[in-house]
């Protein structure tokens, strides 16, 4: 006589991600990176300046945008910094298919400030510094440019964003567009690592990484997934 087999059950163990659904009630940050700035505005260091977007690709990756309408969670609150780039970049997703929403705006995510190197070409650059710069970053995670903040800083005030905000916003969704720097010093934060190794971190554009804060400490559950790949 055959048996009847059903099929295991799925479900969290612990803390274990054992089902391909994350589970409700979880304090989770959906970091994306804004989308690629305009060409010129690319060729120069420009940190906290307030550069466009390119025009272009926000036309050619619109099924990147429609992918992430689709993968974001709908209740969640959505978070933006002071530069416009990372706002555009919520309202071409919010068009795509997410539909509206209201954003807040938190400086604890914006990116690094390197002072006077900003809008500098990035070959001048290297005649400036300090110390050898970071392989994967324009600079080292120690430099700290003249009249900005070094990425140690960064880490310190990204941490303080995340720590606030997740007891803020304990036990629910937090979409945050944000920028490359921002998000591995966040991941820095997470990790408990030094800022000088999270940077080897790829962070492309449009890409989303997920941190959850469970009471045991934070977890890091995706980097750099990029939509619709």
């Known amino acids: 006589m055959k048996k009847n087999v059903s099929a295991p059950a799925q ?33 120069n260091l420009y940190g906290t300046l307030d550069v466009p977007l390119c025009p272009d690709t926000l036309i050619a ?8 309408a689709a993968r974001l969670p ?15 970049t919520a309202e071409a997703i919010w068009d795509a298919g997410y539909g509206p929403a209201h954003a807040d705006v ?6 690094q400030n390197l002072g006077e190197w900003q809008g500098m070409p990035h070959s001048d650059v290297t005649a400036y510094l ?19 903040e070094s990425m140690v800083e960064v880490t310190a005030r990204a941490g303080r964003a995340l720590d606030r905000l997740s007891h803020q916003y304990a036990g629910q969704n937090i979409i ?4 490359g720097g921002a998000i591995r010093a966040a991941l820095s934060h997470a990790l408990s690592v030094h800022i000088e190794t999270a940077l080897h ?29």
């Open 176 to 179: 945050a567009v944000s920028h």
């Open 130 to 148: 300090h110390m050898p710069p970071h392989p994967f970053w324009p600079v080292s995670a120690t430099e700290c440019p003249p009249g900005g």
């Open 61 to 68: 990756q619109r099924p990147m945008y429609e992918a992430l």
């Open 106 to 111: 938190e400086p604890g995510f914006i990116e």
């Open 201 to 229: 971190f790829s962070i492309q554009n449009l890409s989303v990484t997920i941190l959850e804060r469970l009471d045991e400490g934070w977890r890091v559950v995706t980097v750099n997934e990029l939509p619709g790949i």
């Open 74 to 88: 709908r209740e969640a609150h959505w978070l933006v910094t002071p530069l416009s780039r990372t706002r555009k």
């Open 11 to 43: 479900f969290n163990q612990g803390n274990f991600l054992d089902t391909p659904q994350l589970a409700s009630g979880i304090t989770r940050f959906w970091f994306v990176r804004h989308a690629l700035v305009e060409q010129n505005a690319r060729m």
